[in-house]
């Protein structure tokens, strides 16, 4: 493949449910920008059907990221690529952000596009901080202190900026595609693809810890959560993005039941000093939460 400076246009899709992917999807939108590429970057939740079609449709190179969960993709992702318009043999990147490892997550998300027509190029997994606090059993796994996210930041952003520069001279680049890789990840995947369904009901709200303040149910995604007179409801089809529960004011969120243990555990603050998932990941101008410009010490690195 040619070298794609100058000429070509990159559209880069992405999930996050609390940042991590939004910030790579930025850093690396910075990246090929500085080898001279022209990007746009969207967040599926904000981007209408018929917007993103146009907008695939007119790219030279697509570009969809997202977080691994269980070796698998969100499922607003999954839906997302099966409504993109066919591509016949146009080049795509796939890239997932992942706390520790994944095997093939970002496979997973190459086969689907595959599936509507892309030939995938590049793919690619970042580490970032773990932003799985709800299990407070297995202390250590997430952070909230700055300077360690810092680290996740810095290093993922060099692998960012090596592998913008494979992309922008036309080089494949490919992780996560072998068969050893697909064997790890479906070790991890199968078991999460079974579980999937009794898990959407895991996210819950402690009564007594509420202060029905309605920021869950205006950052959920997929609306599972609803304002009822007296409490916030769960409807059952929560998709597992945690977002809710690492960015409730109160610490109300319950998973399992269980309320949050911040002797175990801190909730995660997202990727940057001041993230907020309004503004950052939403783009809502007015945010009673969003009392910071992000990323004073964040940026992309
Ligand atoms: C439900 C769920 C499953 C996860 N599974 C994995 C995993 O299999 N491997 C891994 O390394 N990280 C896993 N993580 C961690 C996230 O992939 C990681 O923190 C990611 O960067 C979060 O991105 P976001 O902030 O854009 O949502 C999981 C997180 C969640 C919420
Ligand atoms: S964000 Fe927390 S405190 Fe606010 S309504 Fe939701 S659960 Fe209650
Ligand atoms: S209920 Fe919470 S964890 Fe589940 S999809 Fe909504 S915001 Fe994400």
């Known amino acids: 493949m040619p070298n794609l400076r100058k000429t070509t246009r990159v559209v880069l899709f992405f999930f996050s449910g609390t940042g991590n992917t939004w910030w ?5 939108a910075e990246a090929l920008t500085a080898e001279g590429l022209q990007v746009q970057i969207e967040n599926i939740e904000t981007i209408s059907p018929e917007e993103a079609a146009t907008l695939a449709g007119g790219a030279d190179l697509l570009g ?4 691994v969960y269980g070796s698998d993709l969100p ?3 999954k839906g997302f690529v099966a409504r993109l318009p066919r591509a016949d043999g146009r080049p795509a990147l796939v890239f997932c952000t992942q706390y520790l490892w994944s095997g093939d997550g970002a496979r997973v998300g190459a086969a689907l596009l595959a599936r509507r027509g892309y030939r995938i190029r590049w793919s690619a997994h970042f580490r970032m901080p773990s932003n799985l606090t709800v299990n407070s059993r297995v202390p250590g796994m997430s952070t909230s202190d700055p300077q360690t996210i810092g680290g996740f930041r810095k290093r993922a952003a060099a692998n ?3 592998w913008a520069g494979a992309v922008a001279r036309g080089k494949p680049s490919l992780t996560g595609m072998n068969l050893l890789s697909r064997f790890a990840g479906s070790w991890q995947r199968i ?9 959407q009901d895991v996210i819950g709200v402690d009564g007594d810890r509420c202060t029905r303040c309605g920021r869950c149910v205006a950052l959920c995604p997929v609306d599972n959560l609803q304002m009822k007179p007296d409490e916030v409801q769960t409807a059952g ?3 597992l993005c945690v977002r809710c529960y690492n960015f409730c004011p109160e610490a109300a969120m319950t998973y399992r039941g269980r309320p949050h243990n911040h002797r175990r555990e801190n909730l995660y603050p997202g990727p940057v000093d001041g993230f907020c998932p309004e503004r950052d ?3 809502r101008e007015e945010s009673p939460w969003c009392t910071t410009v992000t990323g004073s010490s964040g940026g992309s690195a």
């Open 24 to 28: 790579a999807t930025r850093a690396l």
């Open 64 to 67: 969809i990221g997202y977080p």
């Open 75 to 77: 499922e607003p992702m």
């Open 160 to 162: 960012i900026v090596r």
């Open 191 to 199: 078991p999460y693809r079974r579980g999937y369904p009794t898990m």
């Open 237 to 239: 089809h929560c998709m």
């Open 281 to 283: 990941l939403l783009g």
